[in-house]
């Protein structure tokens, strides 16, 4: 094509991307159509991508494509192989994708559409994906090792030690949530517990299948996972409409954690083809195919966006979560915008399926824009609900009552008009007995598909649309549960076999059984809490995640930062420097907040004061005085977790400054460890295409 | 197009692992090709081969939030 022809095309499209965020920026008062969220979203992506992420590519990393990538120098047929860029992006994809770009989006929601539009688009084009890109080149040059490896060879035992903490500290917290949010969607709905309830045999035939029965038959052996899992949406209504049968499935919060965290324990302890391989293969396939549908259903529909651009809740006073706009937005939207998370997915996992060093910006950063977009969909979803529903289903109990009309009034005297029998129809429609303080996320979401793959793909069918919702979060939601506390397990028996080496033995069953269920304990306790506390635990949690996962981040950034200086690319490491610098500023004015605010509902202290007053001064109702020593005492915890993590954050960087200092002033520093040059033997890039 | 979905076909085997198989044979073939000498193995049943496959892609961090 001539040159003039595509920059024309390339200036279009800045034309179309800048009106489609800035008609979205400044609408105000009237309906503005989700087809413009995502024409401003691919716009974006698509000017970002073709300059910014390749001048890095070329610029500042100086990727080589004549150079011999670990998975062709170290090719061993089993973890190093050289495999198809698209194949990699699949792998790559499917590992960074879990429900948190669907979970930040849709609590962020409160504070109107466009801030967490705008953080999500820019967060990730400008952070997110350079930190994924940059961290799997790094790791492409060191011979495919992982983040804590990295942060130890290059920056120094403190930076290799963080990771680790992070690393744990977040699998904890993260599971912790997530578990939540599973509980809210099932609690007292037998039709989503059965359904939710019904994968766990299902995974299990899976993986009997294609071990015993017909060995290796994988798309088989998914193909039946999947028509038997959506026959449990299908029959989750009989078991819902069946008097004795609904009952079997009829349960509190309470016992549904319990259930869950026996079911962790199990799930960590039996080998992984029974359980976490068929599970995983069906919430992939799920994962993928429902992302796909709900982007067709948006563009076939085109809903309108019902929230308002901006909420009077950015004040501080979101009934969802507490604290202002700033810092909060960004640390609720870590996935989709930049989650630290992926940088342990691009140390370590993918670079060692890499054939080529060129195809870094299309799986770093390529496969973060696609994560992006999966979160402006969650938001595309959040939005098209009427905004008094939305607040209606996302409140707790503990602010806007437990009861039904007191809940809409005060929602309603919001600006945001709700009825009860609008909420009574909704939940009907949607095969529920209420939808009210279903908080967590995952039901908005679930109502918020549901209405547009029912507009989209016929109404009749609204129930099975929203069970059939659940069933997907919750499905991978539950792999996430799984994974995690096996590599909590492996973490902790790793650690633990430094003191007593039998500890690190990973088969030996009294150290799996011990590890297992310390890890459990850690996430099943803060579950615990979340499914007692009034105010419904996902706005102390979700918050605490989302600071341990912007400190992994910070970790990821500061690790790019560091190899940058010292490999004399000072003048370039602002693209991993300045988004760092804006992962520190937002991650230690929330905790900040968190911990010292004299507002209850941001404060940890104060809200533990509070509740010791009230309890001291006898006015708390007896069933919540019975739990206030519990919830104090939880409060207090999570105040210390914050200031630990936040410490942490700061010796991090710190330690990264000295070590950059170090290098510009000529003091020597720990070597760089990039492998030496091979060149490929790949030629004719025959593996690629 | 027929040519078209049969590589959107291989894709999702190789994605999936159906064909994972298939690829360790290729491979062990050729490593072994050129070295005759070599007192190696005969490669593993399909069914050993991927009990070895599944519990080892299942070591470390697979997923993510």
Same mark, same amino acid.
């Given at each position: 094509?001539?040159?003039?022809?595509?920059?024309?095309?390339?200036?279009?499209?800045?034309?179309?991307?800048?009106?489609?965020?800035?008609?979205?920026?400044?609408?105000?008062?009237?309906?503005?159509?989700?087809?413009?969220?995502?024409?401003?979203?691919?716009? &974006?992506?698509?000017?970002?991508?073709?300059?910014?992420?390749?001048?890095? %590519?070329?610029?500042?990393?100086? /990727?080589?494509?004549?150079?011999?990538?670990?998975?062709?120098?170290?090719?061993?047929?089993?973890?190093?192989?050289?495999?198809?860029?698209?194949?990699?992006?699949?792998?790559?994809?499917?590992?960074?994708?879990?429900?948190?770009?669907?979970?930040?989006?849709?609590?962020?929601?409160?504070?109107?559409?466009?801030? $967490?539009?705008?953080?999500?688009?820019? $967060?990730?084009?400008?952070? @997110?994906?350079?930190?994924?890109?940059?961290?799997?080149?790094?790791?492409?040059?060191?011979?495919?090792?992982?983040?804590?490896?990295?942060?130890?060879?290059?920056?120094?035992?403190?930076?290799?030690?963080?990771?680790?903490?992070?690393?744990?500290? &977040?699998?904890?917290?993260?599971?912790?949530?997530?578990?939540?949010?599973?509980?809210?969607?099932?609690?007292?709905?037998?039709? %989503?517990?059965?359904?939710?309830?019904?994968?766990?045999?299902?995974?299990?035939?899976?993986?009997?299948?294609?071990?015993?029965?017909?060995?290796? =038959?994988?798309?088989?052996?998914?193909?039946?996972?999947?028509?038997?899992?959506?026959?449990?949406?299908?029959?989750?209504?009989?078991?819902?409409?069946?008097?004795?049968?609904?009952?079997?499935?009829?349960?509190?919060?309470?016992?549904?954690?319990?259930?869950?965290?026996?079911?962790?324990?199990?799930?960590?302890?039996?080998?992984?083809?029974?359980?976490?391989?068929?599970?995983?293969?069906?919430?992939?396939?799920?994962?993928?195919?429902?992302?796909?549908?709900?982007?067709?259903?948006?563009?076939?529909? =085109?809903?309108?966006?019902?929230?308002?651009?901006?909420?009077?809740?950015?004040?501080?006073?979101?009934?969802?979560?507490?604290?202002?706009?700033?810092?909060?937005? #960004?640390?609720?939207?870590?996935?989709?915008?930049?989650?630290?998370?992926?940088?342990?997915?691009?140390?370590?996992?993918?670079?060692?399926?890499?054939?080529?060093?060129?195809?870094?910006?299309?799986?770093?950063?390529?496969?973060?824009?696609?994560?992006?977009?999966?979160?402006?969909?969650?938001?595309?979803?959040?939005?098209?609900?009427?905004?008094?529903?939305?607040?209606?289903?996302?409140? !707790?109990?503990?602010?806007?009552?437990?009861?039904?009309?007191?809940?809409?009034?005060?929602?309603?005297?919001?600006?945001?008009? /709700?009825?009860?029998?609008?909420?009574?129809?909704?939940? =009907?429609?949607?095969?529920? *007995?209420?939808?009210?303080?279903?908080?967590? @996320?995952?039901? *908005?979401?679930?109502?918020?598909?549901?209405?547009?793959? $029912?507009?989209?793909?016929?109404?009749?069918?609204?129930?099975?649309?929203?069970?059939?919702?659940?069933? #997907?979060?919750?499905? #991978?939601?539950?792999?996430?549960?799984?994974?995690?506390?096996?590599?909590?397990? #492996?973490?902790?028996?790793?650690?633990?076999?430094?003191?007593?080496?039998?500890?690190?033995?990973?088969?030996?069953?009294?150290?799996?059984?011990?590890? !297992?269920?310390?890890?459990?304990?850690?996430?099943?306790?803060?579950?615990?809490?979340?499914?007692?506390?009034?105010?419904?635990?996902?706005?102390?949690?979700?918050?605490?995640?989302?600071?341990?996962?912007?400190?992994? %981040?910070?970790?990821?950034?500061?690790?790019?930062?560091?190899?940058?200086?010292?490999?004399?690319?000072?003048?370039?490491?602002?693209?991993? %420097?300045?988004?760092?610098?804006?992962?520190?500023?937002?991650?230690?004015?929330?905790?900040?907040?968190?911990?010292?605010?004299?507002?209850?509902?941001?404060?940890?202290?104060?809200?533990?004061?509070?509740?010791?007053?009230?309890?001291?001064?006898?006015?708390?109702?007896?069933?919540?005085?019975?739990?206030?020593?519990?919830?104090?005492?939880?409060?207090?915890?999570?105040?210390?977790?914050?200031?630990?993590?936040?410490?942490?954050?700061?010796?991090?960087?710190?330690?990264?400054?000295?070590?950059?200092?170090?290098?510009?002033?000529?003091?020597?520093?720990?070597?760089?460890?990039?492998?030496?040059?091979?060149?490929?033997?790949?030629?004719?890039?025959?593996?690629?295409? | 197009?027929?040519?078209?979905?049969?590589?959107?076909?291989?894709?999702?085997?190789?994605?999936?692992?159906?064909?994972?198989?298939?690829?360790?044979?290729?491979?062990?073939?050729?490593?072994?090709?050129?070295?005759?000498?070599?007192?190696?193995?005969?490669?593993?049943?399909?069914?050993?081969?991927?009990?070895?496959?599944?519990?080892?892609?299942?070591?470390?961090?697979?997923?993510?939030?």
């Amino acid at each position: 094509m001539n040159k003039t022809l595509k920059s024309g095309i390339w200036v279009l499209i800045s034309l179309l991307g800048a009106s489609a965020v800035g008609g979205i920026a400044i609408n105000r008062g009237e309906n503005i159509n989700a087809i413009w969220f995502i024409v401003a979203a691919l716009c &974006i992506y698509g000017i970002a991508y073709r300059f910014y992420a390749t001048w890095i %590519a070329a610029t500042v990393l100086a /990727v080589d494509s004549t150079r011999a990538t670990p998975a062709e120098r170290l090719e061993n047929g089993r973890d190093f192989i050289p495999t198809h860029k698209w194949i990699v992006f699949g792998h790559h994809f499917a590992a960074i994708a879990g429900p948190g770009p669907l979970v930040g989006p849709t609590l962020a929601a409160q504070f109107g559409f466009l801030p $967490g539009t705008l953080w999500i688009l820019f $967060g990730a084009v400008l952070g @997110g994906c350079v930190q994924d890109m940059v961290t799997l080149f790094l790791s492409t040059r060191r011979d495919a090792k992982s983040l804590g490896q990295m942060a130890k060879d290059e920056l120094g035992a403190i930076g290799g030690t963080a990771a680790l903490i992070a690393t744990f500290s &977040i699998m904890i917290i993260l599971i912790a949530v997530l578990g939540l949010i599973v509980v809210n969607a099932m609690k007292h709905s037998p039709w %989503a517990t059965f359904t939710v309830s019904a994968t766990i045999p299902i995974a299990m035939i899976v993986g009997i299948y294609m071990r015993y029965l017909r060995p290796g =038959q994988v798309l088989e052996a998914s193909a039946l996972g999947v028509i038997l899992l959506l026959m449990s949406v299908v029959g989750g209504r009989f078991v819902a409409e069946h008097e004795t049968l609904r009952l079997l499935f009829d349960h509190e919060g309470l016992m549904l954690a319990w259930s869950i965290m026996a079911y962790g324990l199990t799930a960590a302890i039996l080998p992984v083809w029974l359980l976490l391989a068929p599970r995983d293969y069906l919430s992939t396939y799920m994962k993928i195919g429902t992302i796909s549908l709900l982007a067709v259903a948006i563009l076939l529909l =085109q809903p309108s966006i019902k929230m308002p651009a901006i909420t009077q809740f950015i004040d501080g006073s979101g009934p969802i979560f507490g604290g202002k706009l700033f810092p909060f937005v #960004f640390i609720t939207i870590a996935c989709g915008a930049i989650s630290g998370f992926h940088s342990l997915i691009s140390s370590g996992t993918t670079p060692k399926l890499l054939s080529n060093e060129r195809d870094i910006v299309m799986i770093g950063y390529g496969g973060m824009l696609l994560e992006s977009f999966v979160a402006i969909m969650a938001m595309i979803a959040a939005t098209v609900l009427d905004p008094g529903v939305y607040f209606a289903i996302n409140s !707790s109990a503990g602010i806007v009552g437990s009861n039904a009309i007191d809940a809409v009034a005060k929602i309603s005297a919001w600006g945001y008009p /709700v009825t009860v029998e609008q909420m009574q129809n909704l939940a =009907q429609q949607m095969g529920e *007995s209420t939808l009210f303080a279903r908080t967590g @996320g995952a039901p *908005s979401l679930a109502v918020g598909m549901a209405s547009i793959f $029912g507009k989209a793909f016929g109404d009749g069918l609204l129930a099975i649309w929203y069970h059939f919702a659940i069933m #997907f979060e919750a499905i #991978f939601i539950l792999t996430t549960l799984d994974a995690g506390t096996r590599v909590g397990r #492996f973490m902790l028996q790793d650690i633990l076999g430094n003191i007593w080496p039998k500890m690190g033995e990973t088969s030996w069953t009294p150290s799996v059984i011990f590890t !297992s269920s310390i890890v459990v304990a850690g996430w099943g306790y803060f579950l615990y809490i979340g499914v007692i506390d009034p105010n419904g635990g996902v706005n102390i949690l979700w918050p605490l995640f989302g600071i341990a996962n912007q400190m992994l %981040a910070a970790i990821a950034l500061s690790v790019g930062t560091g190899i940058l200086v010292k490999s004399g690319k000072l003048k370039y490491a602002g693209i991993t %420097a300045l988004p760092l610098a804006w992962l520190v500023i937002i991650t230690s004015t929330a905790a900040w907040q968190k911990i010292t605010s004299p507002d209850i509902r941001i404060g940890f202290f104060s809200a533990a004061n509070d509740l010791a007053e009230k309890l001291a001064s006898g006015t708390l109702p007896p069933a919540k005085a019975s739990i206030a020593p519990q919830l104090i005492f939880n409060l207090h915890l999570d105040a210390w977790i914050t200031l630990f993590f936040v410490s942490l954050l700061w010796l991090i960087i710190i330690d990264m400054l000295r070590v950059c200092w170090r290098s510009i002033t000529g003091k020597p520093v720990l070597p760089l460890t990039e492998s030496t040059h091979i060149p490929s033997r790949l030629v004719d890039d025959w593996v690629r295409d | 197009m027929r040519l078209n979905l049969r590589t959107i076909w291989k894709m999702i085997r190789e994605l999936s692992g159906d064909d994972a198989y298939e690829r360790y044979l290729k491979n062990f073939h050729k490593l072994h090709a050129h070295d005759e000498q070599h007192e190696c193995d005969t490669p593993l049943s399909k069914a050993e081969f991927f009990k070895q496959w599944q519990d080892e892609k299942w070591q470390g961090i697979k997923r993510c939030c």
